[in-house]
């Protein structure tokens, strides 16, 4: 039951990521990072790692690492979630991770910006460019870097929250129909 456990999520600090269950979002890296961040700092013991989206391809490497985890009980899998539940889930984060290794846009950060959840994500692609300044940056082939990221927006999520909220403003509907619009007529 998908509002019971928003619900007991919010009793507990967890980082949140949001995408299909495939290769390219480096999910495999997410868990052994968040190992790292668990086994590097005992105060993390109540932290949660909750993974939503629906399962892509070649996912098993994701499923066997958790299968593998003294720290199970700390992954969730909660599968796709609707508008209004991803709402509430995102509301609750205390942190984003997204260390993708290709993104075309990356609207789960934007999303995650949008909702004041300090994020952590890829220093590659098109991520960057969402980002701006208001991210903590991470190399996506080094789990240390993401471990260190998870636990800077941990630690320092206040700041990001707020530099996240101004940065997702620059992608809002209004403003975008404004640069198309000034686009055309220039045309």
């Not at 509002?3 to 507990?12: A, F, G, K, R, S």
């Not at 508008?83 to 205390?94: H, M, T």
């Not at 991520?127 to 991470?138: A, F, M, N, Q, R």
């Amino acid at each position: 039951n998908l509002p019971l456990l928003i619900n007991d999520l919010n009793c507990y600090p967890y980082i949140l990521s949001v995408c299909t269950l495939e290769p390219r979002k480096n999910l495999q890296s997410v868990i052994e990072s968040f190992l790292l961040l668990k086994e590097s700092n005992k105060s993390f013991n109540e932290l949660k790692l909750v993974l939503t989206g629906a399962p892509g391809w070649k996912n098993d490497s994701i499923y066997n690492i958790y299968d593998q985890s003294v720290y199970k009980n700390d992954i969730i899998f909660t599968g796709y979630l609707n508008d209004n539940d991803l709402y509430e889930i995102y509301r609750y984060a205390n942190a984003f991770i997204y260390p993708s290794f290709y993104e075309g846009f990356g609207l789960p950060i934007l999303e995650a910006m949008a909702s004041g959840v300090p994020v952590v994500t890829s220093s590659n692609s098109s991520l960057t460019e969402v980002g701006g300044e208001s991210v903590i940056y991470v190399d996506p082939f080094n789990e240390e870097s993401i471990c260190q990221g998870m636990n800077r927006a941990l630690k320092d999520g206040l700041d990001f929250s707020k530099k996240g909220l101004i940065q997702a403003k620059k992608f809002s509907w209004d403003n975008s129909a404004s640069k198309v619009q000034r686009i055309i007529e220039n045309l």
